[in-house]
């Protein structure tokens, strides 16, 4: 586990949204992070991470969203994953990783349907539509 961060891109489809990530993760993976401790060793500290992407759409909720994103994120850990030496630890990872994937997809499947049901921010307290920035062409 770790920090998470949110970033919105306005006026960025998908595809730009992840090459932006990845240019910013691998910038991130290759800046080695310099410390020393208060006995006065100095450490390096190698950082890496994971991101999920997801486009807003016409009356989207939150969970939605949320959901979309969980399930990218988890397809990115699950890759970085795939390929770390160790293969007790990866493969009891990867499971582990697998099963968040399937709990992730089956709630994004009952928002979708939840969202179908009921008018967003009505009916259903914890919702709040989210009003997409049209792309890029459409604005008025």
């Known amino acids: 586990g770790g920090d998470e961060f949110l970033l919105i891109l306005r006026n960025t489809t998908l595809a730009e949204a992840r090459r932006k990530m990845k240019v910013i993760m691998k910038a991130v993976a290759e800046t080695p992070f310099e410390f020393i401790d208060a006995k006065g060793n100095t450490h390096t500290l190698h950082v890496s991470g994971s991101y999920g992407a997801t486009e807003m759409?016409?009356?989207?909720?939150?969970?939605?969203?949320?959901?979309r994103l969980k399930i990218d994120i988890t397809k990115h850990k699950i890759k970085l994953w795939e390929t770390d030496g160790n293969p007790e630890k990866r493969t009891a990872k990867l499971n582990e990783l697998k099963a968040s994937l399937?709990?992730?997809?089956?709630?994004?499947?009952?928002?979708?349907?939840?969202s179908q049901e009921e008018v967003p921010g009505e009916s259903s307290p914890d919702a709040r539509e989210i009003t997409p920035h049209p792309p890029r062409g459409q604005r008025n």
């Open 102 to 114: 399937s709990e992730a997809r089956r709630e994004s499947l009952r928002h979708e349907a939840s």
């Open 57 to 67: 759409k016409e009356n989207d909720t939150r969970q939605q969203i949320s959901s």
